[in-house]
């Protein structure tokens, strides 16, 4: 059965385990070109922009990006060409029933299908990952890694992310495509119904961990804190009391500071008049952002599972 | 005899449309069963039911005295309407499909219907083949199940005279060795009209009328009269001309004083019930 | 190969039913000598394979002719022939048969047709063999 669920998709596994060869190859000679294009100088410590280091650097960065893409675009391709036509292929041209009239149960029959497109996708984007990881870390602070584990390319190619939204995406142009009964059909819905899972993982993954909180000078400027991968998620200002003073309510009691020749001890001065005592600025620390990534994997897992679910009882009641 | 096919009240409500209702009738083991109706009398539905691909509204199917319940039974292959193939796969492919989908499979039985006509050659692929050629695949995939019981969806559609006569003697030699029923649809009766023993009459998601073709043909006589007459007949249906009626009916064995009677055949059988179903509304 | 023997042909327009219709090819070709005791009918698997009908109807036939005391059915074995129809008198060389072969090249000679001939000959037949107008 296993042979035969392999033959009736091979040409989308095939295509998905070449891309995924292609793009582990190009990493890791585009990670040689990374280290002998660039001294080793520039890597290191805190982000270097010296003229040398930017001429050296190129357009590698944007070369980064366009890989780091791709592997957010993975899942979507998955869901689109894999996922989608499983069982509307089938259903458009009417060959499920010879399936359906077999020894073998429905469920059965889709367990297996499912295993074998899952399979082949999951290996293929986690080599993906583990490859741009590899070049990416070479790269060292002139690399996407800069940005932080938060960001929001960084944060969906690592980790459990890809896989996650991989079997997501599976899962989810599975059931479309089930419902759906036609291939084109069930691979637009399928995009478009991802994007807006996408999105709103991108929306609430922040919530999933509390924030903490930093405060520093009422009139910020110099001090402000450099906090390394931290995801900045509110700021403003802290009273007397404790209590916290959004940006708008600030410049409208700091209406008079502004003065052509204040120094920064006169700004400092004038918004402690005000009533403002520091400036807070509530972030993401890099180190939480695991706890958001199993959240998220196991949030994506529990959708791919409920579409799991659902592909068996639509397949059920096909006639 | 053992009963193959039992059929309770059955009913089948697609959205809108009510396909079957109040279906009952039984096949017994070994019976080659023309399901005849015009399209859209609920053929494929029946089929489908009783192969388990579709749940009925309301009723019963058994198959060998076990309720159909949303799967095929083991002892059952369809050949579903328009013969749905794998057009990218093998007929060696296509073989090894069945084979990966039945615990119980034949390769020897599917070779044997493979190259019981002219050979087919294994490593075409199956959307390259004839029409008819397509149809003895079809057959070895259904054939090669074992099946007790195989239902027809339309198998003879588009097919030539040729592959049609060829069609069916690829079924009718499982039927002869293996002692196989055979439930086979068509719009057209004459298709069917040497192979099958039974009859079964479906219109408008109703069974017109089920038995083996020698009782039903021998209780029922066509007679021809007078116009103005009356006959002490159960009538299934009557066409009149000016001065003469001509009809169906059940019984007589001998004429009606004052009228002609002769032994209805098959195909004035079918029209006569056809019509008398269409005159009901 | 033994079912080489005889092949039926049904015609599907002449009303009369199949199994009637095999039965009468093999008491036809019992009354020629192309079927003989000891000779066995083919088997119901070996008509469907070359003639599309219904293996039953094949058996059917088979039955009737048993009844008739034609042939006998040996289990697991096939259908075999028991007695012998043809006579003499049937043969290709019976005077009877070249008398109605000569009888024929005259209706030609007078230039009969096929109809005219069947006319005359069920015409003929029925006088000395009634069959109480059976329709035709």
Redesign the interface.
């Known amino acids: 059965m296993i042979w035969l669920a392999w033959r009736l998709q091979r040409a989308q596994t095939w295509a998905l385990l070449g891309l995924a060869v292609v793009v582990v190859v190009a990493a890791l000679v585009l990670r040689g070109v990374t280290l002998s294009q660039v001294d080793p100088s520039c890597l290191v410590g805190n982000i270097n922009y010296s003229m040398p280091c930017t001429r050296q650097w190129g357009s590698l960065g944007a070369v980064m990006t366009y890989f780091q893409l791709l592997l957010v675009a993975m899942p979507f391709a998955i869901g689109l060409f894999c996922g989608a036509p499983l069982f509307a292929r089938e259903l458009e041209q009417g060959t499920h029933v010879l399936a359906f009239t077999q020894s073998v149960s429905r469920t059965r029959w889709m367990l297996v299908k499912a295993a074998v497109a899952v399979v082949p996708a999951l290996l293929s984007v986690l080599a993906m990952q583990v490859a741009l990881s590899y070049w990416f870390r070479a790269a060292g602070s002139l690399g996407p890694y800069r940005y932080g584990p938060w960001s929001e390319f960084n944060f969906p190619t690592s980790h459990l992310a890809p896989a996650a939204f991989t079997l997501a995406g599976l899962a989810t142009g599975m059931l479309i495509g089930a419902i759906a009964r036609k291939t084109l059909l069930a691979m637009v819905i399928t995009v478009g119904l991802f994007l807006g899972v996408w999105f709103a993982a991108l929306g609430t993954r922040e919530l999933y961990v509390s924030t903490e909180r930093v405060t520093y000078s009422a009139y910020g400027g110099g001090d402000y804190p450099r906090i390394m991968g931290a995801q900045p998620i509110d700021s403003g200002y802290v009273n007397a009391d404790g209590a916290t003073v959004s940006h708008l309510e600030a410049s409208a009691l700091t209406a008079d500071c502004s003065g052509a020749d204040r120094t920064q001890e006169d700004y400092t001065a004038c918004y402690r008049d005000n009533g403002l005592v520091a400036s807070y600025l509530d972030y993401l620390p890099a180190a939480k952002a695991k706890t958001a990534h199993l959240i998220e994997a196991a949030l994506l897992l529990a959708l791919a599972a409920a579409c799991v679910a659902g592909t068996a009882r639509t397949l059920r009641r096909v006639a | 005899m053992t009963t193959v096919v039992q059929v309770e009240d059955l009913g089948k409500r697609y959205r809108r449309t009510q396909a079957l209702s109040g279906c009952a009738f039984e096949l017994p083991e070994?019976?080659?069963t023309a399901l005849v109706g015009p399209n859209g009398a609920g053929k494929s539905t029946l089929l489908?039911l009783i192969?388990?691909?579709?749940?009925p509204t309301s009723g019963r199917v058994r198959v060998y005295g076990a309720q159909v319940l949303?799967?095929?039974p083991?002892q059952?292959?369809?050949l579903?309407q328009?013969r749905?193939?794998?057009?990218g796969?093998t007929v060696a492919?296509t073989m090894?499909?069945?084979a990966?989908?039945?615990?119980?499979w034949s390769q020897r039985r599917a070779d044997e219907v493979l190259d019981?006509l002219s050979p087919v050659d294994r490593d075409k692929k199956v959307g390259e083949l004839s029409a008819g050629t397509r149809t003895q695949v079809a057959l070895a995939?259904c054939l090669g199940?074992l099946p007790r019981l195989v239902l027809l969806d339309e198998p003879l559609a588009d097919l030539d005279p040729l592959a049609?006569?060829?069609a069916?003697?690829v079924l009718?030699?499982d039927?002869?060795?293996r002692g196989t029923t055979a439930i086979i649809s068509s719009h057209l009766l004459?298709d069917l009209?040497?192979?099958?023993?039974h009859l079964l009459l479906l219109d408008k998601g109703r069974v017109q009328l089920c038995g083996e073709i020698?009782d039903v043909l021998a209780d029922h006589s066509v007679l021809t009269g007078p116009a103005d007459s009356e006959v002490d007949a159960h009538v299934v249906s009557a066409s009149h001309t000016e001065r003469q009626t001509t009809m169906l009916a059940r019984g007589p064995a001998t004429a009606p004083a004052g009228w002609l009677r002769?032994d209805a055949?098959l195909e004035t059988l079918v029209k006569g019930y056809l019509r008398a179903s269409r005159d009901k509304r | 190969m033994l079912g080489g023997v005889i092949e039926f042909r049904i015609d599907r327009r002449s009303g009369v039913s199949t199994y009637v219709q095999i039965a009468q090819q093999v008491k036809q070709a019992m009354r020629m000598g192309l079927l003989g005791p000891g000779d066995q009918l083919p088997t119901a698997r070996e008509v469907v394979e070359t003639t599309a009908v219904n293996p039953n109807t094949v058996l059917k036939a088979y039955r009737e002719l048993e009844r008739e005391g034609l042939v006998e059915g040996r289990r697991g074995q096939g259908t075999f022939v028991t007695r012998s129809l043809a006579t003499d008198a049937t043969s290709r060389e019976a005077p009877l048969r070249r008398a109605l072969s000569s009888w024929m090249d005259q209706a030609g000679g007078a230039g009969l047709g096929v109809e005219e001939v069947d006319t005359l000959y069920l015409d003929v037949r029925e006088e000395h063999y009634p069959t109480g107008g059976s329709p035709s």
């Open positions: 070994g019976s080659v489908s192969a388990g691909l579709a749940l949303g799967r095929t083991p059952v292959s369809l579903a328009g749905p193939m794998v057009r796969l492919e090894r499909m069945g990966a989908l039945n615990p119980h019981l995939f199940r049609r006569d060829e069916l003697r009718m030699t039927v002869a060795e004459t009209n040497d192979v099958c023993d020698d002769a055949d």
